[in-house]
């Protein structure tokens, strides 16, 4: 489209009930108001789902979406981002994955897809620039995602393709079940591959030949260098490239909040010396790799080569590594590695996963879980019997038909006090690591809008208003807006976290750098934005469109019925404390956690009785179509 630079202005709308694709042109004045990739995903949806929308029915819409930096010489511009309502929660799902498809989506001339109705037989969308067809995929049906991702490029004659792709868990609906690219990287969390497979859609394949026009190459350039410079010259950086996301390992347990056997335990440094970063580094990493743009190439593959766990794949991050190994007291490295390429080739989120087994074990080990469901005795840290279920899950066969509902459900199955075992809020577990003894973290993951999360938000990294005064500081960075745009008078780094958090996401960036190196600051965002594409916000446009972003997602539950008791902790992480462990005692006190929660909704705008954003603020977001669907 012309007239656009960064973002190419073009959105695809695929219908599979008429089995047609039409290029559209974006809405200029939504963009700006939620910058693109999560942002306007989540504007798409809230304006095109109704809150009775069956997950996995055909009039849910399936976004993919990428932002105006995406694709570009940014750093770590390797993002892109899938929304749909969750069939795992019943409530706003995306996920968030890197690699190179998306990058190759937007050189390819486009920003967001946009999909609705089921098709008669299984296919598969081809986005060769702008041709675009669907191919038939039932031969396709029932291959894993490496096989699916190698077929298709061999059937284009092209092994360069890039390739988005559900796996057999996909196809079975299993509520997690998530989307696959480039083999290794994965669109996990919230079940949007469930809802890709309720749509016989097996895959997206993407040719992008034509670029990302820049508006100031000069400006665009000097931007990239500068924080790219940031990234290389950070003292943790050597660390974070050679141990990526793992580094987390043994920080969180010597911080004693490993949420070892589903939250039975607080401390277990031989799991991190046996299962940790290093560990992994020594033992079974073959290379480095990195998704595109990215100057720290902080994933690697892996190679076992003997025994009964051999196997080879990439990644994995620490996640992975704790929902196969320390939620489920298993302190085997191999096995770890097999379930998490099984994972990737059966199209598994790996913390959904992982949670619903150690949810069975705990219900097992507790008497709570009826023998005539399982297949056999679950026992904690038997390396053969958690790679079986993960295989189990994903086929829906056996005890995996089970799991395959998740956590949550499985709890409401057994009934007789199990839902209480279980460690959810909204339906999601968020980071293993335990939030039991640090009351922001507890209330940025319970307040997060696709269910109790991690990555919606990073309050942990900013313990007090102290440090966080600080970071916003250098946020503004000199503007004449001042420190009060980001954390107000009385700072609240929930909410600047979380907000700070829709940005990024949305521009097409990836959030590790900017979590554990935290060179990454809204200056960076807004400069790489105004020179990418001559849209010129201040800096507190754009944290105001953030904030707009995490509001629409807010509105988008509310709808469906979530209220203030929604935004609690877990009930067992407020009766039962961390039993051992440097934070042994800990745990969440319900009088204070109301009393944070009620200065969280004054701070975010929302009545402290319904948890809905106010009248006031939304007006103040531009979201009057919001204010009528919840107050009149």
């Given at each position: 489209m012309s007239g656009w630079s960064g973002w190419s202005g073009n959105q695809l709308?695929?219908?599979?009930?008429?089995?047609?694709?039409?290029?559209?042109?974006?809405?200029r004045s939504l963009v700006e108001g939620f910058i693109g990739g999560a942002g306007y995903n989540a504007k798409i949806l809230y304006d095109r789902v109704d809150p009775n929308?069956?997950?996995?029915?055909?009039?849910?819409?399936?976004?993919?979406?990428?932002?105006?930096?995406?694709?570009?010489p940014a750093p770590s511009s390797s993002r892109y981002t899938v929304t749909s309502k969750s069939p795992v929660t019943g409530i706003f799902?995306?996920?968030?994955?890197?690699?190179?498809?998306?990058?190759?989506?937007?050189?390819?001339?486009?920003?967001?897809?946009?999909?609705?109705?089921?098709?008669?037989?299984?296919?598969?969308?081809?986005?060769?620039?702008?041709?675009?067809?669907?191919?038939?995929?039932?031969?396709?049906?029932?291959?894993?995602?490496?096989?699916?991702?190698?077929?298709?490029?061999?059937?284009?004659?092209?092994?360069?393709?890039?390739?988005?792709?559900?796996?057999?868990?996909?196809e079975n609906l299993v509520k997690f079940a998530c989307v696959i690219s480039d083999m290794h990287r994965a669109a996990g969390r919230t079940g949007m591959g469930a809802v890709m497979g309720s749509k016989n859609l097996k895959a997206i394949a993407v040719r992008g030949t034509k670029g990302v026009e820049i508006a100031k190459p000069r400006e665009f350039m000097d931007a990239c260098n500068e924080l790219e410079e940031a990234i290389l010259n950070h003292p943790n950086y050597e660390t974070v490239s050679e141990l990526g996301t793992t580094i987390l390992q043994r920080i969180i347990d010597d911080a004693g909040v490993g949420g070892y056997r589903h939250y039975q335990d607080g401390q277990w440094p031989e799991w991190v010396e046996e299962c940790g970063g290093q560990a992994l580094l020594e033992n079974y990493v073959v290379r480095?790799?990195?998704?595109?743009?990215?100057?720290?190439?902080?994933?690697?593959?892996?190679?076992?080569?003997?025994?009964?766990?051999?196997?080879?794949g990439g990644g994995p991050e620490y996640e992975n590594v704790a929902a196969f190994g320390a939620e489920l007291g298993n302190i085997n490295l191999e096995s770890i590695l097999k379930c998490n390429t099984l994972?990737?080739?059966?199209?598994?989120?790996?913390?959904?996963?992982?949670?619903?087994?150690?949810?069975?074990?705990?219900?097992?080990?507790?008497?709570?879980?009826?023998?005539?469901?399982?297949?056999?005795?679950?026992?904690?840290?038997?390396?053969?019997?958690?790679?079986?279920?993960?295989?189990?899950?994903?086929?829906?066969?056996?005890?995996?038909?089970?799991?395959?509902?998740?956590?949550?459900?499985?709890?409401?199955?057994?009934?007789?006090g199990a839902q209480e075992l279980v460690v959810e809020t909204k339906g999601m577990r968020g980071s293993l690591a335990d939030i039991r003894s640090h009351l922001p973290w507890a209330l940025n993951q319970c307040t997060a809008t696709r269910g109790m999360d991690h990555l919606k938000g990073l309050s942990v990294a900013y313990p007090?208003?102290?440090?966080?005064?600080?970071?916003?500081?250098?946020?503004?960075?000199?503007?004449?807006?001042?420190?009060?745009?980001?954390?107000?008078?009385?700072?609240?780094?929930?909410?600047?976290?979380?907000?700070?958090?829709?940005?990024?996401?949305s521009t097409g960036l990836c959030k590790y750098e900017g979590i554990v190196m935290n060179p990454q600051r809204l200056k960076n965002f807004r400069d790489l934005i105004e020179a990418a594409t001559n849209w010129e916000p201040s800096l507190k446009e754009l944290y105001r469109a953030g904030e707009r972003i995490y509001n629409i997602e807010r509105a988008f539950n509310n709808r469906i019925g979530i209220t203030r008791e929604n935004d609690y902790p877990p009930k067992r992480f407020m009766k039962e404390p961390i039993p051992n462990g440097p934070a042994e005692g800990a745990k969440i006190d319900q009088k204070e956690y109301?009393?944070?929660?009620?200065?969280?909704?004054?701070?975010?705008?929302?009545?402290?009785?319904t948890g809905k954003p106010t009248k006031q603020k939304l007006k103040q977001l531009g979201l009057n179509q919001v204010i009528k669907d919840l107050y009149n």
């Open positions: 709308e695929v219908d599979l009930d008429r089995e047609k694709a039409v290029v559209k042109e974006m809405d929308t069956d997950p996995l029915g055909p009039d849910n819409v399936l976004c993919f979406g990428n932002g105006p930096l995406s694709g570009t799902g995306d996920s968030n994955s890197g690699g190179h498809w998306g990058p190759e989506l937007h050189n390819a001339g486009f920003d967001h897809v946009f999909i609705r109705g089921r098709a008669d037989k299984p296919v598969y969308l081809w986005i060769d620039d702008h041709d675009v067809e669907l191919r038939d995929a039932s031969e396709l049906w029932g291959l894993d995602t490496w096989e699916t991702t190698e077929a298709i490029q061999e059937d284009l004659g092209d092994p360069s393709v890039r390739v988005a792709c559900i796996g057999p868990a996909g480095h790799k990195g998704c595109y743009g990215c100057p720290a190439s902080c994933s690697r593959y892996y190679h076992v080569k003997e025994g009964p766990y051999q196997t080879r994972s990737n080739k059966l199209g598994l989120d790996t913390m959904h996963t992982g949670h619903a087994i150690a949810v069975a074990m705990h219900l097992y080990q507790e008497d709570m879980l009826p023998e005539r469901m399982v297949d056999g005795e679950l026992e904690w840290g038997n390396p053969e019997l958690i790679v079986d279920l993960v295989r189990k899950t994903g086929l829906r066969d056996g005890f995996g038909d089970k799991l395959a509902l998740g956590a949550k459900k499985l709890g409401e199955i057994c009934g007789n007090d208003s102290e440090v966080a005064l600080e970071a916003a500081d250098m946020e503004v960075s000199g503007e004449p807006e001042g420190v009060e745009v980001f954390l107000g008078k009385n700072p609240f780094h929930v909410v600047w976290s979380q907000n700070r958090h829709a940005i990024v996401d109301t009393k944070t929660l009620n200065k969280y909704y004054k701070h975010r705008g929302w009545d402290k009785k």
